[in-house]
Nanobody
Framework: QVQLVESGGGLVQAGGSLRLSCLAS????????MGWFRQAQGKEREFVAG????????YYVDSVKGRFRISRDNAKNTVYLQMNSLKLEDSAKYYC??????????????????WGQGTQVTVSS
């Protein structure tokens, strides 16, 4: 059983930074791709960033490109999302997920049945 535990969210002013973490457990994920998603209030969940099993390949949606950075530590089964220059529109609950396809750095939201609790990010003006 896959378990995903996101942390690191909080309240931050616009222009600030946060670093999210996601611990995956239940198996070894070193050969899995990993990714981050978010869901703003009243909106559908959307894909934000993905990283290949080795960390060599990454993908970002245009709205976060140049501001967010995804990374991973396979020894810790953990994926991170460094978020800089935060904007009001980044406010959302952030979720991670894992994909057994090691190079799938663009991760469809509807491909995953299980989600963790997420971590709330609120950006204030």
């Amino acid at each position: 059983q896959v378990q995903l535990v996101e942390s690191g969210g909080g309240l931050v002013q616009a222009g600030g930074s946060l670093r999210l973490s996601c611990l995956a457990s239940g198996r070894t994920f070193s050969t899995y791709s990993m990714g981050w998603f978010r869901q703003a209030q009243g909106k559908e969940r959307e894909f934000v960033a993905g990283i290949s099993w080795s960390g060599d390949s990454t993908y970002y949606v245009d709205s976060v490109k140049g501001r967010f950075r995804i990374s991973r530590d396979n020894a810790k089964n953990t994926v991170y999302l460094q978020m800089n220059s935060l904007k009001l529109e980044d406010s959302a609950k952030y979720y991670c997920n894992v994909d057994p396809r090691p190079h799938r750095i663009v991760m469809p939201v509807d491909a995953y049945d299980y989600w963790g609790q997420g971590t709330q990010v609120t950006v204030s003006s």
